[in-house]
């Protein structure tokens, strides 16, 4: 049997670049620890990556391509269970880049990337769920007037970026751990529809109250 090609050391830095700012926070993780973890040189390291800007750019283009190919699917969403599931994915996503989210207003401070960049994709965010609003209203599952759209879409956008910063203050030490992925990304999930329940029809509302219930979204820890 053929042995697998060894995956290329840059992608490898960048894989172990993330778990580790996934689980001790971008500011906590230092380049000697992660060519340690890597079991490889500092001076390899810095041949791939002579920066640790250029680690969390390097992660933050991976990021805004998922991202992006995620949100262009909101314009499919028709009625309440397409926009559970859409949520649940873009937070699974978030989830996946958490340390953008954790450290946020410190990466902010440091990288002029960043900053851009993350301007952009809250546009990009609130245009797709502007799309999704649209979507649900054309296929009769909620009727919102424009000014009501344009807030309910902030509205959810600040939910869903804050969200795990949120999940994080009301439980440090184990909010952002593997182990609570799940519960986290229901309650987030759940709160953000929850914004949408003034304009949705009766049967949508009741809908979307069995799915919260049924995936355990409703349970919101606090």
Same mark, same amino acid.
């Given at each position: 049997m053929a042995k697998k090609a060894p995956r290329r050391t840059a992608e490898r830095i960048l894989e172990v670049t993330l778990a580790l700012f996934n689980r001790f926070g971008e500011p906590n993780v230092s380049t000697t620890l992660i060519s340690a973890e890597l079991g490889i040189s500092p001076g390899n390291l810095y041949y791939h990556y002579p920066a640790k800007d250029e680690l969390i750019n390097a992660l933050l283009e991976r990021y805004e391509k998922a991202l992006g190919e995620l949100l262009g699917a909101?314009?499919?969403?028709?009625?309440?269970?397409?926009? *559970?599931?859409?949520?649940?994915?873009?937070?699974?996503?978030? *989830?996946?880049?958490?340390?953008?989210?954790?450290?946020?207003?410190?990466l902010l401070s440091k990288n002029r990337k960043l900053e851009t960049h993350i301007k952009d994709a809250l546009l990009h965010k609130t245009t797709a769920f502007r799309t999704l609003l649209d979507s649900l209203e054309h296929d009769g599952a909620l009727a919102i007037t424009v000014s009501e759209r344009e807030a309910t879409?902030?509205?959810?956008?600040?939910?869903?970026?804050? *969200?795990?910063?949120?999940?994080?203050?009301?439980?440090?030490?184990?909010?952002?751990?593997?182990?609570?992925?799940?519960?986290?990304?229901?309650?987030?999930?759940?709160?953000?529809?929850?914004?949408?329940?003034?304009?949705?029809?009766?049967l949508q509302r009741q809908h979307l109250l069995l799915l919260a219930g049924a995936y355990g979204g409703s349970d919101n820890g606090g």
């Open positions: 909101s314009e499919g969403v028709r009625d309440v269970e397409d926009a *559970w599931f859409f949520m649940h994915t873009l937070f699974e996503r978030i *989830w996946e880049y958490r340390f953008l989210y954790r450290d946020l207003n410190d879409a902030t509205h959810m956008v600040v939910m869903l970026t804050w *969200w795990l910063s949120y999940e994080y203050v009301r439980d440090p030490r184990r909010a952002l751990e593997p182990e609570s992925a799940q519960l986290a990304l229901l309650r987030g999930a759940h709160h953000v529809l929850h914004l949408l329940v003034p304009y949705l029809q009766p």
